[in-house]
Every structure is written in structure tokens, then in C-alpha cells.
């Protein structure tokens, strides 16, 4: 009997659900891996800002209930995509080596957008960071899979794209720029993958195990206990990047902003590898401190 695969039916989704199900027959020669296609929230209401649909979770929580019924063994998601404390019952059985974190400009280079050029994105995140960087730039909201989106660069503007999606889908459009991680924080596990099982299914877990990459994992943990620490209901616009220090340490550097980017507190701190949790706790106080509360309370008094 195969092994299920719940997945949402991108083509993004399916090349990643595709990816994962090579990896398990390579780790497993003989096994048979099938994908079971599900449609999401975020599937079915494409016209409409994802903060306003639910925000984080809108892209899973179909997928999630599927597995927890039965009609898949694991399911496949893009790890940004996921809240930062599962629903009981499942648990995240390995996190494959990470593909590349960054944010992408297409249509232009930030310094080659012109004052007042339009960018087009349907991230609050990258909304608030690039009107903090340039706050002379329009925003317009745009939603849809990654071809939709490419379509859609506004005349003298740019779209913005995860490098990661235009990697596995062998894009590569021109003009375009990868912002640095540190010009631009990425959204917390963006560019990694996430395979979620039933915590009662010991067979699937061992069976995932072996895609488990620990640096990827570490740094994805770390990033994880962060947005949780902040407050993982927060519609805020919120970043997490991890990384390992040359010494073999871990690094974390957090970011909570208004949506319009008036204002922006971004923190980082250091700790060993293998507290990954300790340390994303860490840096969410540092943000909190800094000035995050004060922003969580002007949203609080906006509603």
C-alpha cells in the first residue's frame, strides 16, 4: 500500500509534494508514494488578502484536517506557512534541507524604482520593510500562484517572490534582485519545507525521519519559537531568520513592524545550536521590549 501525501494542488505545492516523495523512495527503495490533492482556504478565495481569510494557517488547516482523518499518511507543506504551535495530534516529522530563504525583486532593482513606483505584493511583511526602507513607493495587494504573479509586474514597479519558489520551479526572470536577508528579513521557515505526521503514527515517523536535515531543522525551530513567543495569532508583520555562526553557534535576528512601515523594531542575539527554542524566546522579549508591545497595543487600539 502507498504512502499518502496530502499536498495542495500549486504547481509549487506539487513540485514540492513531488520533491519529498523522491527523497522518501531514495531513503526507502521499493516504498510507492502517493500525492492526495487538497483544496485550501487560501485556494478558494484568491481575490482577497490573506490576512483577511484567517492570515497564517489559511494555506494548511485543510491539508491538516485531511491527515488527522485518515486520508493521508503525511502531509507537505511550505514551513512558512504553518502556525507555530501545530493542532494536536500532529507533529512536524522532518524538516528537509532548506532551499534559499530569500526575498526577490522582479520587474526592478530597489534602487532602480523610480519615487512613487508601484510595488505589488500580497505580504504585509514585505509591505512593511520595503515602505520602511523606501517610503516613497505605492503598494498594491496581489495574490495567485507564482506564474499569476510574474504576469502582473506593474509598469515601472516590481512584484515581490520567494527565491526559493522561483528555484524549484526553474524561473528565473528578468530584471530581477534577491534582497540580502539582512536588507530584507524573510518570513519565519520561508524557503523550507515542512512534512507533518500523526504524532500516533510511529510507522510514518521513522519512515520521514531519514529527510530530518539538522542545520535546516535547528534554524527552522529557532525561527518557529520566535513567531510563537511574539504571539502566533499576531497579524502584525513579522520575520525570522536563523543561522548557524562559523563557530557552530546559532544566530537569530527577529523583526515585528506597523503594516504601513512608519515603524519597525528588529533584534538579534546569538546562543548555542542547540537551543534553538531558548534562543528564538530570547530575541521575541528583546523585540517586545525594544518597542513590539507598543506596536501590538497601537493595533490592539485600532480595533
Known amino acids: ?30 516504498l510507492e508514494v502517493e500525492l492526495v490533492t487538497v483544496t485550501t482556504t487560501g485556494d478558494r478565495r484568491p481575490e482577497l488578502p490573506v490576512w483577511e481569510i484567517g ?9 491538516q484536517a485531511a491527515l488527522l482523518a485518515g486520508q493521508a499518511d503525511a502531509a507537505v507543506h511550505s514551513a512558512k506557512d504553518l502556525q507555530p504551535i501545530g493542532p ?40 512593511a520593510q520595503l515602505a ?25 514597479g516590481a512584484v515581490v517572490v520567494a527565491m526559493a519558489a522561483l528555484d524549484r520551479l526553474g524561473l528565473a526572470p528578468t530584471p530581477m534582485e534577491a534582497l540580502n ?8 521557515a520561508q524557503g523550507a519545507l515542512a512534512v507533518e505526521c500523526r504524532a500516533d ?13 539538522p542545520r535546516s531543522r535547528r534554524c527552522v525551530d529557532a525561527e518557529r519559537s520566535f513567531l510563537a513567543s511574539i504571539g502566533g495569532a499576531c497579524d502584525l508583520p513579522v520575520a525570522g531568520y536563523a543561522t548557524t555562526t562559523p563557530d557552530g553557534r546559532l544566530q537569530l535576528e527577529g523583526l515585528l513592524a506597523a503594516p504601513d512601515g512608519s515603524a519597525l ?33 497601537a493595533r490592539d487600539d485600532q480595533r
Do not use: Y
Open 201 to 213: 503514527d510511529s510507522a510514518t515517523c521513522e519512515l520521514v525521519k531519514p529527510l530530518d536535515e
Open 132 to 156: 520602511f526602507l523606501r517610503p516613497d513607493l505605492a503598494f498594491v495587494s496581489l495574490r495567485g500562484n507564482i506564474s499569476t504573479r510574474l504576469a502582473r509586474v506593474p509598469q515601472g
Open 55 to 63: 492570515g497564517r494557517g489559511v494555506f494548511v488547516r485543510e491539508v
Open 265 to 297: 523594531v528588529r533584534r538579534k542575539a546569538i546562543g548555542p545550536v542547540g537551543d534553538g527554542a531558548r534562543l528564538g524566546a530570547e530575541v521575541a522579549q528583546m523585540v517586545l521590549d525594544a518597542g513590539g508591545r507598543d506596536l501590538l497595543a
Open 88 to 127: 494536536p495530534g500532529l507533529c512536524l516529522g522532518a524538516v528537509p534541507e532548506r532551499g534559499d530563504p530569500r526575498d526577490v525583486l522582479v520587474g526592478a532593482t530597489l534602487s532602480e524604482l523610480a519615487p512613487g513606483a508601484t510595488i505589488a505584493t500580497g505580504s504585509q511583511r514585505r509591505r
Open 181 to 188: 536577508v539582512h536588507v530584507m528579513v524573510p518570513q519565519v
Open 1 to 30: 500500500m502507498p504512502l499518502r501525501l496530502a499536498t495542495r494542488g500549486s504547481p509549487l505545492a506539487l513540485w514540492q509534494a513531488g520533491h519529498v516523495a523522491s527523497l522518501l523512495e531514495t531513503a526507502h527503495p521499493g
